[in-house]
């Protein structure tokens, strides 16, 4: 259910993806099994944070670090620490919130936990954008996409490359080239041929 949700709202199906995610809160809250809130919470953050809806994203991650303090579970404690840290860099506290999602992406690449590597690294880039350290931003996009070419793992490749283009036209407004280029592998990426993996989970969840 989370995944068809994640993989919907590119595609333009709001609605269906929204309610596929509160429809799977309403499940979870149904089990006393923390490793399963722990799952459902932590999905439910990332795909706020996909979509951009900051206050969703943080009430997630907040409700995440209670389920995770004091309890063995490594892998959701590495996405809290980003996802709180997200939070805190998009409102009082921007250079804590940097810091821990700096070490959020460090503890995630201890355990190599690379399915959403590409949405992390485009929030963390845009947050070192934000502070001031375009440069360095831009080293974390491309270590995102040489991941990427590495593992075979492409659901966030277009929109790496959309974000590299946008922080490279900032940095050199009068030099658009590079960051056209980049948009432009944002689009080439983005229409190549990738249904077959949503009808299959379509035609699973149907089931």
Not at 158 to 184: N, Q, S, V, W, Y
Request: glycine share 6%; charged share 25%.
């Amino acid at each position: 259910m989370v995944y068809l949700s994640i993989m919907l709202w590119p595609l333009g199906e709001v609605d269906r993806a929204i309610s596929l995610i509160d429809r799977m809160q309403t499940r979870i809250a149904g089990t006393s099994h923390i490793g399963t809130h722990g799952m459902g919470k932590t999905h439910a953050a990332l795909f706020e944070l996909m979509r951009g809806h900051r206050a969703r994203a943080a009430l997630h991650a907040l409700e995440l670090v209670d389920i995770t303090r004091e309890r063995d579970l490594p892998m959701f404690h590495a996405f809290s620490v980003f996802l709180e840290g997200w939070a805190a860099s998009q409102s009082a506290a921007p250079a804590q919130g940097l810091e821990d999602m700096r070490r959020g992406v460090e503890l995630l690449r201890e355990r190599n936990a690379l399915h959403f590597d590409g949405l992390l690294k485009i929030a963390l880039a845009k947050a070192e954008a934000q502070a001031g350290d375009p440069d360095r931003a831009i080293a974390i996009l491309d270590e995102a996409l040489a991941t990427c070419d590495r593992a075979g793992y492409r659901a966030f490749e277009a929109e790496l490359h959309r974000a590299r283009g946008e922080i490279l036209l900032e940095l050199k407004p009068t030099k658009p080239t590079p960051a056209e280029e980049d948009f432009l592998t944002a689009i080439a990426v983005a229409k190549q041929p990738g249904h077959a993996q949503l009808r299959t989970a379509r035609r699973a969840f149907a089931r």
